[in-house]
Nanobody, 123 residues
Framework: VQLQASGGGLVEAGGSLRLSCAAS?????MGWFRQAPGEEREFVAA????????YYAEFVKGRFTISGDKAKNTVALQMNSLKPEDTAVYFC????????????????????WGQGTLVTVSS
């Protein structure tokens, strides 16, 4: 499975961006992680295709929304009310074994990773 992420860019604080990630094959769920300079990669959000469940990190609840389009095998991350601390490289990931229903926040639950897309939020 290959993942193709798009949608990063530069935005002012308070603005919005929409990230998209398309998968080339079947997955159980897909998610987004991010990594800021000098920081560890952290979980942002995930979507479970079969359950229709969504999972979010506490720091994005109420601001970010993840959604899935099964016909296009694509998940999108709508990011609103962006803050400078949201600046990071965002990575798309896919779970092919059904782990994210139990451990959605763990990077080890994901089998495939896309290239990162940079999101920069200016103050």
């Amino acid at each position: 499975v290959q993942l193709q992420a798009s949608g990063g860019g530069l935005v002012e604080a308070g603005g919005s961006l929409r990230l998209s990630c398309a998968a080339s094959g079947r997955t159980v769920g897909m998610g987004w992680f991010r990594q800021a300079p000098g920081e560890e990669r952290e979980f942002v959000a995930a979507f479970h295709w079969i359950r229709g469940s969504t999972y979010y990190a506490e720091f994005v609840k109420g601001r970010f929304t993840i959604s899935g389009d099964k016909a296009k095998n694509t998940v999108a991350l709508q990011m609103n009310s962006l803050k400078p601390e949201d600046t990071a490289v965002y990575f798309c990931a896919a779970d092919a074994r059904g782990r994210i229903g139990y451990y959605s926040t763990r990077a080890s639950s994901y089998d495939y990773w896309g290239q990162g897309t940079l999101v920069t939020v200016s103050s």
